[in-house]
């Protein structure tokens, strides 16, 4: 707990807000948008600049306290308890420059602001499926666009440059000529390195796309889930889908067609003409009687009408492994988890198809090159239903075990995957090394290690202690949800 005077001091150096624990408007500073975490910083500093982000590591360095940075608190891990948590969304600039097709960004930026600034200009970026998500953080985690990924690779192949606040406070321009070793870490290490003020990266010359999606009921998903296999085992790489099993409570946002019930959700986005997507969908249109088709041309600007990600918070857990393949054993061990006879407690399982350009090489952390289909366990709900959700994930990740790479991608990995062997698993054993030493030289304290944390080589904890210390924070943090549980209203689903 830091006294009034020390934060008054801090204040007085800061543009933007800084609160404590006793101040107004300190819970809905700190507040995720997954709200499974609760955040009980020592201090929060909006930064309003990156000259408020290096005052705000400096003195989180000065008192060996840890850092956190938080733009929406989409994939929130381990709470900031006792740190000083930067929060950036009030730096949320964007800027296009349609000669060299490229866009920047600052630390707080969300996709939907660079899709309104570069549609108009005929330019789309690889963002992810939610335009509410940050621009950096999903970046930094590699990557993965429902839009394009196939066609262009990961999102952080596209950065040519990036400003970050290291554990020094000071603040470095990053690229590959400037800093190597931190440009390829930064992209793919998440936040394990320091707070990204800046980004800049690559843009397309793509104004619509062939999108949508096709919704089955559930009692079809056998024949469903066995044609998308066959359909996306030799798609061109223009063909960006995804696949859901879903049981969305009645909520809003949620269709009606689709509350209380099992269904299936086939996503499509297409880059090619619309007569070879058509040609392409064809199977998977006949597979089943189709509840809602809406499949056809789209403006880029309305990509979010392809997954329907919801807009309100909510707390929710997340688990994720990379499969090999997907031939029609896998197939059958997740319709015998998830399908319609399925005692299933999660949301939705889903399947987004890897391969084309994501499995080129990269001179960066972002992994993953090898998988063919990243699976991702999402259950949404108060945090006591968390435990029999995540006794199921375990029990389908074990099912899907003889086709998965051993993986897990960084983005879909949330608080009950901070273990050291659990990020272990989102590089490879070579990548793993290197993100460590680069750890060591710019972090040799650990300050950013409310994360999915890389730890320095030369820590002074082992692994065994580091994880002993992550175990507690989440104990702690679920301690204090299950005697809150009253606090909040929950809507809305992911």
Request: contains cysteine.
């Amino acid at each position: 707990m830091l006294d009034s005077l020390t934060r008054a001091a801090l204040a007085a150096r800061i543009t933007g807000p800084v609160l404590g624990p006793e101040d107004e408007g300190f819970a809905a500073e700190c507040a995720p948008f997954n709200l499974a975490v609760t955040h009980r910083p020592c201090v929060v500093v909006g930064a309003a600049n990156s000259a408020d982000v290096q005052v705000a590591v400096r003195f989180a360095a000065q008192r060996r306290l840890p850092v956190a940075v938080m733009a929406t608190g989409h994939q929130a891990t381990l709470p900031a308890d006792d740190a000083v948590l930067i929060t950036t969304h009030r730096m949320a600039q964007v800027s296009i420059d349609p000669t060299s097709r490229t866009a920047r960004v600052t630390a707080g930026a969300r996709w939907q602001q660079v899709i309104d600034a570069a549609a108009p200009l005929g330019l789309a970026p690889l963002n992810g499926s939610s335009p509410l998500v940050g621009v950096i953080g999903y970046t930094l985690g590699g990557g993965l666009s429902p839009t394009m990924g196939r066609a262009h690779g990961w999102a952080a192949d596209h950065v040519t440059s990036l400003e970050v606040v290291t554990a020094d406070g000071e603040l470095r321009h990053v690229d590959a000529a400037s800093e190597p070793d931190l440009f390829w870490a930064l992209r793919g290490g998440k936040s394990n390195f320091g707070v990204v003020t800046a980004m800049e990266f690559a843009l397309f010359p793509v104004a619509r796309l062939w999108a949508g999606g096709l919704f089955y009921d559930g009692a079809d998903a056998a024949a469903v889930l066995h044609t998308y296999a066959e359909v996306t085992a030799d798609a061109p790489d223009e063909l960006s889908s995804s696949i859901a099993l879903l049981r969305l409570p009645a909520l809003p946002g949620v269709p009606a067609f689709l509350a209380d019930r099992f269904a299936v959700h086939v996503r499509i986005s297409c880059l090619g003409p619309a007569a070879e997507a058509t040609r392409l969908i064809a199977p998977l249109r006949a597979a089943a009687p189709v509840l809602a088709d809406t499949l056809g041309p789209m403006p880029y600007a309305s990509f979010a009408e392809i997954h329907n990600d919801p807009a309100d918070p909510a707390p929710f857990m997340e688990r994720t492994a990379m499969l090999r393949s997907l031939p029609a054993e896998a197939v059958e061990e997740i319709l015998s988890a998830a399908g319609p006879t399925a005692d299933c407690p999660v949301h939705f399982v889903e399947l987004r198809h890897l391969g084309g350009a994501l499995a080129r090489t990269a001179d960066n952390a972002a992994g993953h090159r090898d998988a063919r289909f990243a699976l991702w366990i999402v259950g949404v709900g108060a945090p006591d239903a968390f435990t029999a959700m995540n006794v199921y994930a375990d029990e389908l990740l074990q099912r899907i075990r003889p086709w998965s790479t051993g993986g897990r991608y960084l983005n879909f990995m949330a608080a009950q995957d901070t273990g050291v062997s659990d990020v272990r698993a989102a590089y490879d054993e070579t990548g793993y090394r290197r993100l460590r030493s680069v750890k060591t030289r710019f972090d040799p304290d650990n300050l950013f290690r409310l994360n999915h944390n890389i730890p320095p080589e030369e820590h002074p904890m082992s692994d065994d202690k580091l994880q002993l210390l992550i175990d507690h924070a989440a104990i702690a943090d679920a301690l204090h949800r299950y005697t809150g549980l009253g606090e909040h209203q929950y809507s809305g689903y992911r």
